[in-house]
């Protein structure tokens, strides 16, 4: 798969998922949206049924005798006794109270205003809260009777209400949200006139209601959302992943099958000529000839070898003999061994041996190997001559090995990769640098195998240093 179809790809999914987002999010704030229309009409159904009692119980003779001749209002401000001939004890009782009723109909209907001094805040306030409950709403809530003559609240949550200088109701905290509240129905209002006042409630947690009434929904709807973008998220990353590992696999391959081919072509062109009848006359040449093949041969076995224990180490296929080794030992025999080389190129390799305590228990073959690797990629990526340094120290419970040269060094992002299967520094200006990109991939495993540590310090152009750390006294896992 190349990478414009993997661009498509996560192009196309990307734009999927938001849709999907989008369409969920809509359908939920639709749901909140008929939720409330719901409650509201709920709301408004029950305050109108409270404000039917309100005026059934204004238009009660009791309720307008008790009004009369108590209230500010000069309308009001009559004598009771025009009213007791009206209301002869001659007229039956049926009569009488249609006559009272008439009366105090009448009475509100010419000055409503009057009327809402009628209202009792006890019997307001257990009215609603039996009407909303009828509608199955539980919330706490704030309620008030708003009059439209003194533009304030004349009763708030049951209890009446007395301003204070020029300080009214509705400036305060809890009135402000009864004013601005969507909830009201007109008291005593008829065709033709100005409604007295209004009926008001609020509820504060009205929103955190509405979205309760979602909540299973927007749960499962964000739970699957995420769901489905980890698996976007991981098939991508999958995508990537195998990408890489396949780039790296065909590199691998065409450096196994260039390091392959040098040596069976020497062996090839070492076996042919033993085969010349001049080469057959003269035992010297056949000696050489055959420790060609055989040198090569050697060298062919150990890129085998390497191939074959990375494959053990992935698999946790192998054993580790563990022995009481010296670090110092281990690193003065590698030293010496890449020696060597080094002056070939006319470049020096120095050990500062400043661990006390440098005994360790581990497998000797397998440490001896990673002193080498890392020897020899400090040779390898090397433009100049080689400079190396090592240095062990004592550490907290165990000995550090410092390995510094002064070579190409990594960028960051090599830093992340270095130790990956596979992977290979770019070499820049060197165009020889050999190998499978196996060696710090086999140098991590064989540390972690000893319940060692490694990390890498390097600048580009300044070189390398890598940290191994040991510990001593602790026996490692087989």
Same mark, same amino acid.
């Given at each position: 798969?190349n990478?414009?179809t993997?661009?498509?790809?996560m192009?196309?999914?990307s734009?999927?998922?938001?849709?999907?987002?989008?369409?969920?999010?809509?359908w939920?704030?639709?749901?909140?949206d008929?939720?409330?229309?719901n409650?509201?009409d709920?709301?408004?159904?029950?305050?109108?049924r409270?404000?039917?009692?309100?005026?059934?119980k204004?238009?009660?003779?009791?309720?307008f005798?008790?009004?009369?001749?108590t209230?500010?209002?000069?309308?009001?401000?009559?004598?009771?006794?025009?009213?007791?001939?009206?209301l002869?004890?001659?007229?039956?009782?049926?009569m009488?109270?249609?006559?009272?009723?008439?009366?105090a109909?009448?009475?509100?209907?010419?000055?409503?205003e009057?009327?809402?001094?009628s209202?009792?805040?006890s019997?307001?306030?257990?009215?609603?809260?039996?009407?909303l409950?009828?509608?199955?709403?539980?919330?706490?809530?704030?309620?008030?009777?708003?009059?439209?003559?003194?533009?304030?609240f004349?009763l708030?949550?049951?209890?009446?209400n007395?301003n204070?200088?020029e300080?009214?109701m509705?400036?305060?905290g809890?009135?402000k949200n009864?004013?601005k509240?969507?909830?009201?129905?007109?008291l005593?209002?008829?065709?033709?006139?100005?409604?007295?006042?209004?009926?008001?409630?609020?509820f504060p947690?009205?929103?955190?209601?509405?979205i309760k009434?979602i909540l299973?929904?927007?749960?499962?709807s964000?739970l699957?959302?995420g769901l489905?973008l980890?698996c976007?998220v991981?098939?991508?990353?999958?995508?990537?992943t195998?990408?890489k590992?396949?780039?790296?696999?065909?590199?691998?391959?065409?450096?196994m099958?260039?390091e392959?081919?040098?040596p069976?072509?020497?062996?090839s062109?070492?076996? /042919?000529?033993? &085969?010349?009848?001049? =080469?057959?006359?003269?035992?010297?040449?056949i000696e050489?000839?055959? #420790?060609?093949? @055989?040198?090569?041969?050697?060298?062919m076995?150990?890129?085998?070898?390497?191939?074959?224990q990375?494959?053990?180490?992935?698999?946790?296929d192998?054993?580790?003999?563990?022995v009481s080794?010296?670090?110092?030992?281990l690193?003065?025999?590698?030293?010496?061994?890449?020696?060597?080389r080094?002056?070939?190129r006319?470049g020096?390799?120095?050990?500062?041996l400043?661990?006390?305590?440098?005994n360790?228990?581990?497998?000797e073959?397998?440490?001896?190997?990673?002193?080498?690797?890392?020897i020899?990629?400090?040779?390898?990526y090397?433009?100049?001559?080689?400079?190396?340094e090592?240095?062990?120290s /004592?550490a907290k &419970?165990?000995?550090? =090995?410092a390995?510094?040269?002064r070579?190409?060094?990594?960028?960051? #992002?090599?830093? @992340?990769k270095?130790f990956?299967?596979?992977y290979?520094?770019?070499?820049?200006?060197?165009h020889?640098?050999?190998g499978?990109g196996?060696?710090?991939?086999?140098?991590?495993?064989?540390v972690d195998?000893?319940?060692?540590?490694?990390?890498v310090e390097s600048?580009?152009g300044?070189?390398?240093?890598f940290?191994l750390?040991f510990p001593?006294g602790?026996?490692?896992?087989?």
């Amino acid at each position: 798969m190349n990478k414009r179809t993997i661009q498509i790809i996560m192009i196309l999914m990307s734009v999927a998922l938001m849709g999907i987002s989008m369409i969920q999010f809509y359908w939920l704030k639709k749901g909140i949206d008929l939720n409330a229309l719901n409650f509201n009409d709920r709301v408004i159904l029950a305050l109108n049924r409270v404000k039917q009692n309100i005026e059934d119980k204004a238009s009660q003779w009791e309720n307008f005798n008790k009004t009369l001749n108590t209230n500010d209002n000069s309308f009001f401000k009559v004598d009771k006794d025009p009213l007791e001939k009206i209301l002869t004890p001659s007229l039956s009782e049926y009569m009488r109270e249609q006559l009272q009723a008439q009366i105090a109909n009448t009475a509100w209907l010419i000055k409503p205003e009057v009327a809402l001094q009628s209202i009792s805040g006890s019997d307001l306030k257990r009215d609603l809260r039996i009407e909303l409950e009828n509608q199955g709403i539980k919330l706490d809530y704030d309620f008030g009777v708003f009059s439209n003559e003194i533009n304030d609240f004349i009763l708030t949550n049951g209890n009446y209400n007395v301003n204070i200088g020029e300080t009214q109701m509705s400036d305060m905290g809890m009135a402000k949200n009864l004013v601005k509240s969507m909830h009201q129905v007109n008291l005593f209002d008829s065709e033709g006139s100005e409604p007295a006042g209004s009926l008001r409630v609020f509820f504060p947690k009205k929103t955190s209601f509405l979205i309760k009434s979602i909540l299973p929904a927007l749960i499962s709807s964000i739970l699957l959302t995420g769901l489905i973008l980890f698996c976007f998220v991981y098939t991508i990353n999958v995508i990537l992943t195998q990408k890489k590992v396949s780039l790296m696999k065909t590199d691998f391959i065409n450096n196994m099958t260039h390091e392959f081919k040098t040596p069976i072509a020497t062996i090839s062109l070492a076996a /042919d000529s033993i &085969n010349n009848p001049m =080469v057959k006359s003269k035992p010297d040449m056949i000696e050489r000839y055959a #420790d060609i093949i @055989k040198q090569e041969n050697r060298r062919m076995l150990n890129q085998v070898e390497k191939v074959l224990q990375i494959a053990r180490l992935d698999k946790k296929d192998f054993q580790l003999k563990i022995v009481s080794l010296n670090l110092n030992d281990l690193v003065n025999t590698a030293m010496e061994n890449s020696r060597l080389r080094i002056n070939k190129r006319g470049g020096h390799i120095n050990a500062y041996l400043k661990s006390n305590r440098a005994n360790i228990y581990g497998d000797e073959n397998h440490i001896s190997n990673v002193l080498h690797n890392l020897i020899d990629n400090a040779i390898k990526y090397s433009e100049r001559a080689p400079e190396i340094e090592i240095e062990t120290s /004592d550490a907290k &419970n165990g000995v550090e =090995v410092a390995i510094s040269d002064r070579g190409i060094g990594m960028s960051k #992002d090599d830093l @992340k990769k270095i130790f990956e299967k596979f992977y290979r520094v770019s070499t820049g200006n060197l165009h020889d640098v050999k190998g499978f990109g196996l060696g710090l991939s086999y140098v991590k495993a064989i540390v972690d195998a000893h319940k060692g540590k490694i990390s890498v310090e390097s600048e580009q152009g300044k070189g390398s240093t890598f940290r191994l750390f040991f510990p001593n006294g602790i026996t490692p896992s087989k």
